[in-house]
Structure formats: structure tokens, C-alpha cells
């Protein structure tokens, strides 16, 4: 109905254009005939015998010369029309000197005449009333109309089964799920189930999952919206956008109202420069009401999603509002293996592939990275024609979603190679020959991304802690690669830039945050107070100057020392540097099996180019004989459809025996005679055998 009142509508905007187009071309066309002269002038010229032919019509006189020339003239009123016709005209026809032709009157009011301003009007109310019901401008007269998706329970819903490593928030979440289910308990017992719950966790945990999943499991309606979808530049729009989504909500309670990112309306007021009456602190204090106010909102759970609590308002976090914070954290080994298996449950995988070893080499990776990571190995199995995930192809993925895509097609000298190479090893053997570091997983001087090559390394087990003496072995790492620059290049690029970055800031972090520093003490010099513009234009200043220069020193002690014992370490294993510096310039990478043995000794860089060379070697043929394989499937299927669409045809082509052996292609008549010739066999034998419809005549 919409489209077809959108159709007449653009029908008749287009035919009143038309028809005002063509009426304008056709009286500019009549008048350009004719050349307009002053009445004056006209009487003269009739007077004097210049025309053949006149024509009167109404007020309006036309003349027409010997030569052909057409004049037009407007008597002013009808009075001089009677002294044109009595005093010149009429002496004029009778004397058979001039032909007088002359119209029938013409109303002024001629409904033809009025028929394009009819239509212009019809038009004009047809469009207004497009634009307000049907038109694809009606978003412009509703500002206020909430933008909340509604969905509805149905069987392709995700329940908590379909969320992996979420154990602990699956049971917090669980209440709510049986409220909904079963209230009259909670009413029984005067327990108050919470109104609001606030997910709180990093980006891809999967916070916006498990409140779908909720309510899915609770099989209510679920509305979805984004905190930034409430604020507009028009003064009280998100106000009516708030309670636009409530009293939606009301119409399909009990149900779920599930707000994204709830901190783009949700911050603390009296931060900006438009003190409390800027369009979003309205809409933040629409919010509280509907959320505690004096109309109760029985049936209707807020779950809301945010990775910044603690710049939310603290009217929003109290109990009555968003009774309880839920913390996403980032899985742990148990988690990941669940949502490896979970990810990879209807993807082909090869033997080599097991969960619990990718769960070991993944720490730190959230929900989204590891769906990111197997659709990467996936695709990357796709591009080799392959059939099934292998083990380097999540490896692969695992190093492109850490690092960027590899870049073998940049020109690099053979200088900056062998700094990167330098560099990359002098990282490796620090980490290496530092006691309690995490094991080395891989080394390249491949460029990926933004850098050059790097050096990987994978905690042996989940760390919720760091400890002073890890994060000197970290520093340590950082350095490593300048300090390798300086031994055996005599000179030291801007490469380090980014390690000595992250080394002076967890240095500053051990002395200011985390009261690391022996001389200072146990104190913390930092402050987590953010900055509100309107508020603070700057930072609190917490220490004197005197304490700020020396934690300045504190922090330039502690890296100048941490840069001596790295500059020993590389002096001291520098039989191992530099074969590690020499195997990189031959293979370009080294997992971390092939780097063990090159720090041992147990083989020399000459040895693993011939190792990579006859591995290179095997998973090319693999990659041939699974690309055959796979071409020998699709064909094998291919002759498959093609020999059951032969079939398909000679059954169509076959005679029919009831035409007297005529040829046709009654497939329906065939299928007569086949139930006919089975009932008589059937009758004759006196048994009902089945086995008989199967028979191919």
C-alpha cells in the first residue's frame, strides 16, 4: 500500500508537470505569432486599411495584413471596443473593405482555464500528505520516535548454550532470565529482582552476545539500541526519544531493553561547557526517571553495555537503577578452548588442529579476536584450494591478526635487513637467557604492518598479576634490540622507538602507580582523575616539583640499569646472537623450536635453511595433492548432477504404453501405467509386496 500511494504520487506530480509545461510552450508559441501594439496604434492602422483580416475576442483584437504580418492590441475596456466597431469597423464590412472573424466570448472563469491551478492544488495536498503518512521524508516529523530494533523470540534465537567462557555471568544473568519466567516466586518471597544490569568489559567479550542470549533463554522481546542513537543537535529530542523506548517497552512487556555503549548518555553531568542543559544531560535525567520514577516499569529489564564505568554519572549506578555490574573479563584457557570448539564446530579441521593447544596460544585474546582468527585461517585455506584448517594456516592467521599481513613485496635493502635481523635477535636472546620469561614462539624481519619484523613471545599460563620482576624482564626485552644495534652495527636506528616508548612508560608506571622504587617508597604519584572540560581544565598536580624531579631520576636509574645487564646478557650469548642473526638473513623466520636449537648450538643456521627448504618442499606437495583432491570431488559431484540429470531426461523422453507405442513424454502418464502394471502383478501373486514400487520397469 505504501508503495503503491508513493507510486500515484510521483504519477500525478509528473502529469501536472507536463500538462503545465505544455499549456505554457503552446501560449508562448500563439503569442510569438503575433506582434503586440498599442490599441492606439491598431485603431490607426485599421483606419488607415492596413488589414485584410481582424478577429475580435472580448477585449482582445487581432489584424492581419496583406503582407501576412500579425498584429495583436488589448482594448482597455468594452466602451472603446463599441467606438472601434461604430466609428471605423462597421463602415469598413460594409463596404466589403475588411473581413471581421470574431470567437464566441470567453469566460474569465472557464473551467479550462482554471483546470492547471485545480490540479496544482490536488497536488500540493497529495504531496503534504505523502510527506506525513507514506512519504520517505517521515523521519523528518518524528524526531522523537525512538530508533530501537525489536526482536522477537523465534527459533533461530541464541540461548546461553550458544556462549562459550562466560560461566560465572551466565549464572548472574540466570536470575533475571527466571524472573521473567516465573515472577510470582520472586513476588511471594517480596524479593525486588534488579531493574538494571550494567555489563561492563573491553571491546569484543561479548557483552552485546550474552544479552541477546538472555533474552533468548528468557524467550521475551529483546529491543537493541545504541546510547548514541538518544542524543540529537535538537534541544529535547532524546528526552522524547527515552520515553518513546519505554512506553514501547511497556506495550511488550516483560521484555528486555538492551542499551549499547550507554556511556555516550550516560556521563556524568555538570562535565561540559554548557553546564546542565545540554541535549544530553536531558536525555540522561529522561532516563533516570523512566529507569526509578514515580511510574513503575513492572516487566522491563535494562541491561546496558559499556567498557568506561567510571565516567558514568553516579545516579545511574545506584541501587534501584542499575542494581548490578556484571564484569566481561577476556577468557581465560578454559574459555578459549570452549570458544575454539565452539567456533570451530561446523569447519572441516585437520588432524594437527586441537583446541586446547590454541587455547594455550592465544592469551589475552577476547571472543571477537578468536572468531576473527579462525574466519582468517579459514579464508586463507580457501585461497590454497584446500579442503581442510591446518595447523599453519592458524598460525599464520593468529600472526596477521596480531601483527598486520605480511608484506614480502617491499623492497628492502640489504643493510636494513640485516639491522632488522640484528634487532629481532638481540629481543630473542634477551628474553631468552633472562630467567622467568615467557618462552619465544616466533622471530621474523618480515614487515607486517607497521613494523619492520618482530619477535613473539606466549605466556606459558594466564597472568592476572605482574610482578616487579617481570616487568624488569619486560624492560629488559624492550631494550634488547637497541642494545643489539649498538654491539654489532656500531651506530642505532629510529627501529627502537616504539620498545624504548613502551620501556619508559612502564618504568614511569613501577615509580608513580605502582610504588616500585626503593628511594621513594611505597607511594603513589599518579592520579586517575579524568579531566572534564568545564570542570578541570588540567590535571591535579600531586607531588611538588622537587619529588617530580626525582622520580625522574628514579626512572632514568632504572632503565639505565636495566640496559647494562641487557647489553651483558647479549655479550655473553653472543654465539647464539649471531647465529640467530644469521639464520633470520637466510629464512626470514624462525618458529620456536628452530630458535631453541639455534641458541643451543645443536644446529647452524645452514642446517635450518635446508630444514625450511625440504618443509617448504612437503607442504607445497601437500598443497598439490589437497588441491587435486578437491578438484576430484568437485568433478566427481559434477558427473554426479550430470548423470542424475540424464536420467531425469531419458525418463522424460520414454514412450508411453498406453499411446499404442507413440512417442511422447508423458512422465505422468508412465507413472500410470508403472501403479496400474504393479496392482495387477500385486493381484495375481496375492501378496503386497513393497519391495515391487522400487523396481525399475
Not at 52 to 61: C, G, Q, T, V
Not at 263 to 288: F, K, S, Y
Not at 294 to 313: K, Q, S
Not at 465 to 484: D, Q, S, Y
Request: proline share 4%.
Amino acid at each position: 500500500m505504501k508503495n503503491f500511494g508513493r507510486n500515484i504520487g510521483v504519477y500525478l506530480l509528473v502529469f501536472v508537470a507536463v500538462l503545465s509545461i505544455s499549456m505554457l510552450l503552446r501560449n508562448l508559441e500563439s503569442r510569438s505569432e503575433y506582434k503586440e501594439i498599442k490599441f492606439s496604434q491598431f485603431a490607426s492602422h485599421l483606419e488607415a486599411g492596413d488589414y485584410e483580416k481582424i478577429s475580435i475576442n472580448d477585449r482582445e483584437l487581432t489584424g492581419v495584413k496583406s503582407n501576412g504580418d500579425k498584429e495583436i492590441a488589448y482594448s482597455p475596456s468594452a466602451l472603446e471596443i463599441n467606438w472601434l466597431e461604430n466609428t471605423i469597423l462597421f463602415p469598413m464590412i460594409t463596404d466589403k473593405k475588411i473581413e471581421l472573424d470574431s470567437d464566441p466570448p470567453q469566460s474569465e472563469y472557464n473551467l479550462f482555464n482554471m483546470l492547471p491551478t485545480i490540479l496544482m492544488v490536488i497536488a500540493m495536498i497529495f504531496l503534504f500528505y505523502f510527506m506525513m503518512s507514506q512519504g520517505g521524508n517521515k523521519q523528518a516529523f518524528q524526531f522523537g520516535k525512538n530508533r530501537a530494533r525489536l526482536y522477537k523470540s523465534d527459533a533461530k534465537s541464541i540461548t546461553f548454550k550458544d556462549v562459550a567462557g562466560l560461566e560465572e555471568e551466565k549464572v548472574e544473568l540466570s536470575e533475571i532470565v527466571d524472573f521473567l519466567k516465573n515472577p510470582v516466586k520472586y513476588d511471594k518471597l517480596g524479593a525486588r529482582i534488579p531493574k538494571g544490569v550494567l555489563l561492563v568489559g573491553q571491546p569484543g567479550t561479548g557483552k552485546t552476545y550474552i544479552s541477546r542470549a538472555t533474552a533468548g533463554e528468557a524467550g521475551v522481546p529483546f529491543f537493541t539500541i545504541s546510547g548514541s542513537d538518544f542524543v540529537e543537535m535538537f534541544v529535547g529530542v532524546g528526552a522524547s526519544r527515552v520515553r518513546d523506548l519505554f512506553a514501547e517497552a511497556k506495550k511488550n512487556a516483560p521484555c528486555i531493553v538492551f542499551i549499547d555503549e550507554i556511556d555516550a548518555v550516560g556521563r556524568r553531568r555538570g562535565a561540559g561547557l554548557g553546564g546542565g542543559n545540554d541535549e544530553r544531560e536531558q536525555t540522561l535525567n529522561q532516563l533516570l526517571v523512566e529507569m526509578d520514577g514515580f511510574d513503575g516499569n513492572i516487566g522491563i529489564i535494562i541491561l546496558a553495555a559499556t567498557n568506561r564505568p567510571d565516567v558514568l554519572d553516579p545516579a545511574l549506578l545506584r541501587p534501584g537503577r542499575f542494581d548490578r555490574q556484571v564484569v566481561i573479563g577476556m577468557p581465560d584457557i578454559k574459555g578459549r578452548e570452549e570458544l575454539f570448539r565452539l567456533y570451530t564446530k561446523n569447519k572441516p579441521l585437520a588432524e594437527d588442529v586441537s583446541p586446547e593447544i590454541l587455547a594455550k596460544r592465544t592469551p589475552g585474546f577476547s571472543p571477537a579476536d578468536i572468531e576473527n582468527l579462525i574466519n582468517e585461517a579459514a579464508l586463507l585455506t580457501a585461497r590454497r584450494n584446500g579442503t581442510k584448517i591446518r595447523m599453519d594456516e592458524i598460525e599464520e592467521a593468529t600472526t596477521k591478526v596480531m601483527a598486520g599481513p605480511q608484506k614480502k613485496s617491499r623492497v628492502i635493502s640489504d643493510a636494513e635487513k640485516k639491522l632488522t635481523a640484528y634487532h629481532e635477535a638481540g629481543h630473542a636472546i634477551v628474553m631468552r637467557a633472562t630467567p622467568d620469561s615467557d618462552p619465544v614462539h616466533q622471530i621474523t624481519i618480515i614487515p607486517r604492518g607497521m613494523a619492520g619484523g618482530f619477535t613473539m613471545w606466549l605466556p606459558e599460563e594466564d597472568r592476572f598479576f605482574e610482578t616487579r620482576g617481570h616487568m624488569i624482564n619486560t624492560i629488559k626485552h624492550l631494550l634488547g634490540g637497541r642494545v643489539a644495534e649498538e654491539l654489532k652495527l656500531d651506530d642505532i636506528s629510529t627501529g627502537a622507538s616504539n620498545d624504548l616508548e613502551r620501556a619508559t612508560e612502564i618504568a614511569r608506571q613501577m615509580i608513580t602507580k605502582y610504588g616500585f622504587s626503593e628511594k621513594l617508597g611505597p607511594v603513589s604519584f599518579s592520579s586517575n582523575d579524568e579531566v572534564f572540560l568545564g570542570r578541570d581544565f588540567s590535571t591535579r598536580q600531586n607531588i611538588s616539583e622537587e619529588v617530580a624531579a626525582e622520580v625522574d631520576r628514579e626512572i632514568r636509574r632504572l632503565l639505565s640499569e636495566c640496559y647494562a645487564e641487557t647489553r651483558k646478557i647479549l655479550q655473553d650469548n653472543d654465539d647464539a646472537f649471531e647465529r640467530v642473526a644469521q639464520a633470520l638473513l637466510l629464512v626470514e623466520t624462525l618458529d620456536g623450536d628452530q630458535f631453541e636449537r639455534l641458541f643451543k648450538g645443536e644446529v647452524d643456521p645452514e642446517g635450518i635453511l635446508a630444514e625450511v627448504e625440504n618443509e617448504n618442499r612437503e607442504i607445497a606437495d601437500r598443497n598439490k595433492e589437497e588441491a587435486a583432491e578437491s578438484k576430484r570431488i568437485e568433478e566427481e559431484k559434477k558427473r554426479e548432477l550430470q548423470e542424475q540429470m540424464r536420467k531425469l531426461q531419458e525418463q522424460a523422453r520414454r514412450p508411453d504404453p498406453l499411446d499404442n507405442g507413440s512417442e511422447g513424454n508423458d512422465r505422468f502418464g508412465y507413472e500410470e501405467y508403472r501403479r496400474a502394471t504393479d496392482r495387477h502383478r500385486d493381484k495375481n501373486s496375492g501378496s503386497d509386496t513393497e519391495d515391487g514400487d522400487n523396481e525399475e520397469l
